[in-house]
């Protein structure tokens, strides 16, 4: 049983929410993110980085003090506004392939602790604390956690019915996406969604698991204050078919010493090769792999006599490349703190491995399958973690949109 609850959001005016709300702070380059500051004084990009200019000068909880002083000056000055009382949100991003639909409610932090909430990724601590040390200075979040649930008919007819209905904000984007929102306000509906959640059984972390294992912390650190929001953490609830899961693919900077001809030989021991020489290619079925090395592309087949498999785990694809290259040919212990590996979204062309491999920057490039739903779900049922950047998950949401104060 799964508790959601409605919560009182800050959220943009309608006539300004175009303007507001921006894509995550990572996703822009120095030049645009000056761009943005400059021009639109409106910007949610202010509030996480009121002093863009100045920034390597201030300290940590300097910067933190700031950070809640200019959303305090969004919330007088009227750019922000607070919900007169607890609502769901209905949410739809539409971009040019997909379109995404889910709610935003509150996820009980009690629900996390006893795996209810189910989880398939491991956390570094040093980030949970920092996140952790955020929400409690600025006293906000922005940025849901995306949950997913198995597909649920009643659920998604109520949700088709509901998008008939006249949103509050309907806007697109620069990057030619366009925004819904609903709220879902009365008293039956909240009920009968509270009731269907109560239903539906196991949740599971999609993306953001370091948000909540720091909504989690502070949960632990501020209890005793009284504050009910930090008995939630805000999630953007969506049905698992509506998720769409990316590969992260992986590049390396040298070759750990061996020769090419070497190295491919020792690659050979586990995977049938076969060259593809300048075509742009891309695995399409699970246990293989891509791979770009020396200007020529490779395709990697696990051969037959190594399809057997300890646990769901062993049997990742992700695992599989760490298991039989990356760690015992190529030296690569952790995959989040060793600098000889980086990773490349499967939202970005092919072209772009290769641009880094023949830039001189990186030796070879290992294309990935993606993982589907199910392999999170069975790692996420036994307990068992994934790969760091095994999986890059949309959708992704914008800042500002919605906001759950702490």
């Known amino acids: 049983m799964a508790k959601i609850s409605p919560f009182k959001a800050v959220r943009p005016t309608s006539d300004k929410v175009s303007l507001v709300t921006s894509r995550s702070y990572d996703d822009y380059g120095t030049v ?91 956390t570094l601590q040093y980030r949970v604390d920092l996140f952790k040390d955020y929400l409690h200075q600025t006293g906000f979040n922005t940025e849901p956690v995306l ?6 008919k009643e659920l998604s007819e109520w949700i088709s019915t509901k998008k008939t ?48 294992a720091s909504a989690e912390l502070l949960f632990e650190q501020d209890k005793n204050l009284g504050n009910e929001n930090l008995n939630y953490f805000m999630s953007f609830l969506t049905a698992e078919s509506n998720v769409k899961i990316y590969e992260y693919n992986r590049i390396i900077r040298d070759l750990n010493n061996y020769s090419k001809e070497d190295f491919i030989k020792k690659i050979s021991d586990h995977f049938v090769i076969k060259s593809k020489k300048q075509e742009l290619w891309k695995p399409k079925h699970k246990f293989e792999f891509g791979m770009y090395l020396d200007g020529e592309f490779y395709a990697l087949r696990l051969k037959e006599e190594f399809l057997i498999f300890e646990n769901e785990l062993s049997k990742l694809d992700a695992q599989i490349i760490f298991d039989t290259v990356l760690k015992p040919i190529l030296g690569i212990d952790d995959l989040r703190t060793d600098d000889r590996i980086e990773y490349v979204p499967g939202t970005k062309s092919i072209t772009t491995i290769k641009e880094l491999v023949d830039s001189g920057e990186f030796k070879v490039g290992f294309i990935m399958f993606p993982s589907n739903i199910n392999e999170i779900k069975a790692l996420a049922d036994a307990n068992l973690i994934m790969p760091p950047k095994s999986t890059y998950i949309e959708p992704k949401f914008r800042s500002g949109l919605v906001i759950y104060e702490l």
């Open 32 to 122: 645009e993110l000056a761009a943005h500051l400059e021009f639109n004084p409106f910007s949610f990009l202010h509030i996480l980085n009121p002093a863009y200019a100045n920034q390597q000068k201030l300290g940590w909880e300097n910067r933190l003090k700031m950070v809640k002083h200019k959303y305090q000056d969004f919330k007088k000055d009227g750019v922000l506004i607070q919900e007169k009382k607890a609502v769901f949100y209905l949410y739809e991003i539409q971009s040019k392939d997909h379109s995404f639909t889910g709610i935003l409610a509150g996820i009980s932090i009690e629900d996390y602790q006893n795996n209810i909430i189910k989880k398939h990724e491991d």
């Open 147 to 152: 949950i997913t649930y198995n597909d649920n």
């Open 165 to 212: 209905s006249r949103p509050i904000y309907e806007f697109a984007t620069t990057n030619k996406e366009k925004h819904i929102l609903w709220t879902i306000e009365s008293q039956d509906e909240i009920n009968w969604l509270k009731n269907q959640f109560e239903k539906i059984g196991d949740l599971y972390i999609a993306d953001g698991h370091h948000r909540s």
